[in-house]
C-alpha cells in the first residue's frame, strides 16, 4: 500500500510513521476547517433551535443575538 | 468494491470504529491500543499486526487529540518532557522485570492476572471517587493556567505529594507547585507498570497525573496525549521495520477517530467531569473483566470467549462515548435554554 514496500526496512518505517503523521496533521487542518465552517449550524442544530433540514439548505446561521427569541 | 484492495465495507466497520474510540482517547486520553488491539485479534490479525497497527493508530490519534488540546491550552510540556523521560527509565526497568519472568516461564499468567488486577483496581478506585463526590464534585474542565486551584479540588494523596518541598520544586499548569523528584518518582512508576505489563499506559498515567501529582483533570489528559505522540511515534516506527503495521487498517480508523477525538476534546469544555468519571471507571472494570475472561478462553481453550471479551469491551466503549455524546449535547441544550430565558427576561 502506497507503494513504500520496496524501500529498505528503516526506510519503510520511517515512510510509514511519516504517512501516519502526515494523514494526522491533514486530517486535522481539514476537520478543523469543517468545524469552524460548520460548526456554530451543527452546534444551533444540537441546541434545538435549527431543524436538519435546515443545516442542509444551509438556512440555519447564527442570528446576531446568538438565535434567542424575540 | 474495493479501495486500495481493501473492501469497502471493512473500510466503512475501520472508520466507524475509529470514531468511537476517538470520542473516547479525546475525552479521556486513553483507550487507543486497549480496545483496538483486542479488536483486531478477535477479527483474525496476527498478534503482531494487531499490536503494531494499534500502535501506529494510537500515535496518529494522539497527534490530533495532542493538537487540539494544545488549542485548548490544556498540555503542559514541562510536565510532559519531565513525565517521558520517568516513563522511559521505569519502561526500561519494567522490561527487565518482564524478561526476567519469561525466563522463568510465568510471564504469561503474571502480566495477565497484573492487568486484571491493575485495571480492575483502578476502575474501582474512579468508580468509588466518583460515586462519593455524587457526580457533583469532580474538577471544572476548563483551566486558568493563572487562576490557583482550590485545595478542596486536588485529591488527599496528590496534597500529600505537593506537600513535600524537596527542591528544585517546578510550577505547573493549575497554578501549583510540586518537587521534580516527586514528578519523576511518578513517571518511573507508571512507566514501570507500562512496560511491564506492556501496554502503552494511558489509563495508568492520566489517572495517576490527577490523583498523584493533582494536575487538573483536562491538563492530565492533555499533557498524557502529548507523552503518547513520542511513545506511540517510537513504537510505530520499531515495528514497522519488521513490517508489522497494517496502512489498510490504521488509514480507515485514523479518519473515523480524528473526528471522535476533535468531538471528545471540544466534549471535555462542556461536560461536567463528575457526570462522566463513574462511566470512566465502569469501562476500566468491563476491560478488566474482558481481559479476564479472554485470558480464560485460552487457558480452558473456549474459543467463543475470545468473540465474548471482544463484545464486552466494544459494548462499554459504546456506552461511554455514548454518555460523553449525550452529556455534551445535553450541556449544549442547557446552556441554549439558559440564554433563551435570559433573552425573554
Given at each position: 500500500m502506497?507503494g513504500?514496500?520496496t524501500?529498505?526496512?528503516n526506510?519503510?518505517?520511517?515512510?510509514?510513521?511519516?504517512?501516519?503523521?502526515?494523514?494526522?496533521?491533514?486530517?486535522?487542518?481539514?476537520?478543523?476547517?469543517?468545524?469552524s465552517?460548520?460548526?456554530?449550524s451543527?452546534?444551533?442544530v444540537?441546541?434545538?433551535?435549527c431543524?436538519?433540514?435546515?443545516?442542509?439548505?444551509?438556512?440555519c446561521?447564527a442570528?446576531e443575538?446568538?438565535?434567542?427569541?424575540? | 468494491?474495493?479501495?486500495?484492495?481493501?473492501?469497502?465495507?471493512?473500510?466503512?466497520?475501520f472508520?466507524?470504529?475509529g470514531l468511537?474510540?476517538?470520542?473516547l482517547?479525546?475525552?479521556?486520553g486513553m483507550?487507543?491500543?486497549?480496545?483496538?488491539?483486542?479488536?483486531?485479534?478477535?477479527?483474525?490479525y496476527?498478534?503482531?499486526t494487531a499490536?503494531?497497527?494499534?500502535?501506529?493508530?494510537?500515535?496518529g490519534?494522539?497527534?490530533?487529540a495532542?493538537?487540539?488540546?494544545?488549542?485548548?491550552?490544556?498540555?503542559?510540556?514541562?510536565?510532559?518532557v519531565?513525565?517521558?523521560a520517568?516513563?522511559?527509565?521505569?519502561?526500561e526497568?519494567?522490561?527487565?522485570?518482564?524478561?526476567?519472568?519469561?525466563?522463568?516461564?510465568?510471564?504469561?499468567?503474571?502480566?495477565?492476572?497484573?492487568?486484571?488486577f491493575?485495571?480492575?483496581?483502578?476502575?474501582?478506585?474512579?468508580?468509588?471517587e466518583?460515586?462519593?463526590?455524587d457526580?457533583?464534585?469532580?474538577?471544572?474542565?476548563?483551566?486558568?493556567?493563572?487562576?490557583?486551584?482550590?485545595?478542596?479540588?486536588?485529591p488527599?494523596v496528590?496534597?500529600?505529594?505537593?506537600s513535600?518541598?524537596?527542591p528544585?520544586?517546578?510550577e505547573?499548569?493549575?497554578?501549583?507547585r510540586?518537587?521534580?523528584?516527586m514528578?519523576?518518582?511518578?513517571?518511573?512508576?507508571?512507566?514501570?507498570?507500562?512496560?511491564?505489563?506492556?501496554?502503552?499506559?494511558g489509563?495508568i498515567?492520566?489517572?495517576?497525573?490527577f490523583?498523584?501529582i493533582?494536575?487538573?483533570?483536562?491538563?492530565?489528559?492533555?499533557?498524557?496525549?502529548?507523552?503518547?505522540?513520542?511513545?506511540?511515534?517510537i513504537g510505530s516506527?520499531l515495528?514497522a521495520?519488521?513490517?508489522?503495521?497494517?496502512?489498510?487498517?490504521?488509514?480507515?480508523?485514523?479518519?473515523?477517530?480524528a473526528?471522535?477525538?476533535?468531538?471528545?476534546?471540544?466534549?471535555?469544555s462542556?461536560v461536567?467531569?463528575?457526570?462522566i468519571k463513574?462511566?470512566?471507571g465502569?469501562?476500566?472494570?468491563?476491560?478488566?473483566i474482558?481481559?479476564?475472561v479472554?485470558?480464560?478462553?485460552?487457558?480452558?481453550e473456549i474459543?467463543?470467549?475470545?468473540?465474548v471479551?471482544?463484545?464486552?469491551i466494544?459494548?462499554?466503549?459504546?456506552?461511554?462515548?455514548?454518555a460523553?455524546?449525550?452529556?455534551?449535547?445535553?450541556?449544549?441544550r442547557d446552556?441554549?435554554?439558559?440564554?433563551?430565558v435570559?433573552a425573554d427576561?
Open positions: 502506497f513504500i514496500e524501500l529498505g526496512p526506510a519503510q518505517a520511517a515512510a510509514l510513521v511519516g504517512i501516519v503523521l502526515a494523514e494526522a496533521v491533514v486530517l486535522y487542518v481539514v476537520y478543523g476547517w469543517l468545524e465552517t460548520f460548526g456554530p451543527v452546534t444551533r444540537l441546541q434545538g433551535r431543524a436538519v433540514m435546515d443545516l442542509v439548505f444551509g438556512r446561521s442570528a443575538n446568538g438565535g434567542a427569541r424575540q | 468494491m474495493e479501495l486500495f484492495g481493501v473492501s469497502a465495507t471493512l473500510i466503512a466497520t472508520v466507524g470504529f468511537l474510540i476517538g470520542i482517547f479525546g475525552f479521556f483507550g487507543g491500543s486497549f480496545l483496538v488491539t483486542p479488536a483486531l485479534l478477535v477479527m483474525g496476527e498478534s503482531t499490536v503494531a497497527s494499534g500502535l501506529a493508530f494510537v500515535f490519534t494522539s497527534v490530533i495532542t493538537l487540539k488540546h494544545r488549542d485548548l491550552g490544556q498540555v503542559d510540556y514541562k510536565l510532559g519531565l513525565m517521558i520517568g516513563t522511559t527509565a521505569g519502561i526497568v519494567g522490561k527487565i522485570g518482564l524478561e526476567a519472568l519469561e525466563h522463568m516461564g510465568r510471564a504469561d499468567t503474571v502480566v495477565s492476572v497484573a492487568y486484571v491493575l485495571l480492575g483496581g483502578i476502575g474501582l478506585f474512579v468508580t468509588r466518583a460515586l462519593k463526590s457526580g457533583g464534585g469532580g474538577l471544572e474542565h476548563d483551566v486558568d493556567e493563572d487562576a490557583d486551584v482550590d485545595d478542596a479540588e486536588i488527599e496528590a496534597q500529600k505529594i505537593q513535600y518541598r524537596i528544585p520544586m517546578m505547573l499548569r493549575g497554578g501549583f510540586v518537587s521534580l523528584w514528578i519523576l518518582l511518578v513517571a518511573f512508576a507508571t512507566g514501570l507498570l507500562s512496560g511491564f505489563l506492556g501496554v502503552g499506559g489509563f498515567r492520566m489517572p495517576a497525573l490523583y498523584l493533582g494536575v487538573p483533570v483536562p491538563v492530565a489528559v492533555g499533557t498524557d496525549l502529548f507523552e503518547i505522540v513520542f511513545s506511540g511515534g516506527f515495528y521495520q519488521s513490517g508489522a503495521v497494517d496502512l489498510s487498517i490504521v488509514v480507515p480508523l485514523l479518519s473515523g477517530s473526528l471522535g477525538a476533535r468531538l471528545g476534546a471540544a466534549a471535555t462542556l461536567d467531569e463528575g457526570d463513574v462511566y470512566f465502569v469501562m476500566l472494570l468491563l476491560g478488566a474482558a481481559v479476564a479472554r485470558k480464560l478462553g485460552g487457558v480452558f474459543p467463543v470467549m475470545d468473540t471479551s471482544l463484545v464486552i466494544l459494548g462499554a466503549a459504546l456506552l461511554v462515548s455514548g460523553v455524546t449525550y452529556s455534551a449535547i445535553r450541556e449544549l446552556e441554549a435554554d439558559g440564554r433563551t435570559a427576561v
